[in-house]
């Protein structure tokens, strides 16, 4: 099992900055790529970013040029680091673990709300 647990949201102006942090723990060695997703009100969620374990990367467009996906596997820690924030970027932002080798399992944390003000 891989238990998840985001940190790092909250209120900023259009324009601002935050930082996303989600701490993985439980069979960290069996994770194959971490993502965040996000949801806003009445729309289905939809992928941010992802990052494997062989450090390869990728990018909704609507963020790309924007947000950047990294890791501390010192920390078992992914970060999303979110520039030049726009309104429609407000949502729940939710980290998701990929892992497994024979099967694949999905964990995800309990969501952090992200809000834009224009």
């Known amino acids: 099992q891989v238990q998840l647990v985001e940190s790092g949201g909250g209120l900023v102006q259009a324009g601002g900055s935050l930082r996303l942090s989600c701490a993985a723990s439980?069979?960290?060695?069996?994770?194959?790529?971490m993502g965040w997703y996000r949801q806003a009100p009445g729309k289905q969620r939809q992928l941010v970013a992802t990052?494997?374990?062989?450090?390869?990367?990728d990018y909704a467009d609507s963020v790309k040029g924007r947000f950047t996906i990294s890791r501390d596997n010192a920390n078992n820690t992914v970060y999303l680091q979110m520039n030049s924030l726009k309104p429609e970027d407000t949502a729940v932002y939710y980290c998701?673990?990929?892992?497994?080798?024979?099967?694949?399992?999905?964990?995800w944390g309990q969501g952090t709300q992200v809000t834009v003000s224009s």
């Open positions: 990052i494997t374990s062989a450090d390869s990367t």
């Open positions: 439980g069979s960290i060695f069996s994770i194959n790529a």
């Open positions: 998701n673990a990929d892992w497994g080798s024979r099967f694949h399992f999905r964990s």
